[in-house]
């Protein structure tokens, strides 16, 4: 009897060792995946955030200002391989400058004034900088209407209108709108999505 009740025991207790040895081999495969797409996260958040400069627009405008206090007609986020550069052009008494700025730590890596020349341009392309809104009025104007990053602003005279032209990032959504320099209205608004042409072009 003792022999009888004596081996049911241990082959219980073999069962349920290889319960415990099953689920301690599995237990290090399930947490290297998890780890693995944790990674994968922290990889996508790092680079997200370097892909995101410190310096925003309003920033850069700041800064191009303290060295020219005038108006600005361009102003462009660019990569310039790793780093992300700010291009600004500023008009200031008869003088252009052209600035450019890291855009995450908000150092002047270029600096070139030259004299505004007009010889060579039609008379419509000119453009004076008085009696304009400023630039940080203009971008305010603009994003009112569009909600997103400024990616690129431009002064321009469309056939006698002066303009500040913005592109605006929202995500995967492009908006260009115009803003008339003189009373801050919108001349234009335009909405580009990614993800419409995409659609449109499988529907094709």
């Known amino acids: 009897m003792k022999k009888f009740v004596y081996i049911p025991v241990i082959a219980g207790a073999l069962t349920f060792g290889g319960i415990v040895l099953a689920n301690t081999d599995s237990n290090p495969a399930g947490n290297a995946e998890t780890n693995s797409n944790n990674s994968n996260v922290q990889n996508s958040n790092q680079q997200a955030s370097q892909q995101a400069p410190k310096l925003t627009f309003e920033e850069a405008s700041a800064k191009a200002l303290e060295i020219a206090n005038g108006t600005i007609t361009d102003i462009e986020l660019e990569r310039e391989g790793s780093r992300s550069v700010y291009e600004v052009d500023v008009a200031h008494e008869g003088f252009e400058y052209d600035l450019k700025f890291d855009a995450d ?13 007009n ?6 392309d000119i453009v004076s900088t008085e009696g304009l809104i400023s630039s940080e009025e203009a971008t305010a104007a603009a994003l009112a209407v569009a909600n997103g990053t400024v ?21 995967s959504t492009e908006h260009e709108v115009t803003v008339n320099a003189k009373d801050g209205s919108i001349i234009k608004q335009e909405t580009d999505d990614d993800n419409d042409d995409d659609d449109n072009n499988d529907d094709d």
Do not use: A, H
């Open 119 to 124: 010889d060579d341009n039609d008379s419509d």
């Open 151 to 171: 990616k690129d602003m431009e002064l321009d005279n469309d056939d006698g209108v002066v303009q500040y032209e913005f592109e605006i990032e929202n995500g």
């Open 105 to 117: 730590t908000g150092e002047i890596l270029e600096q070139k004034r030259e004299r505004e020349d």
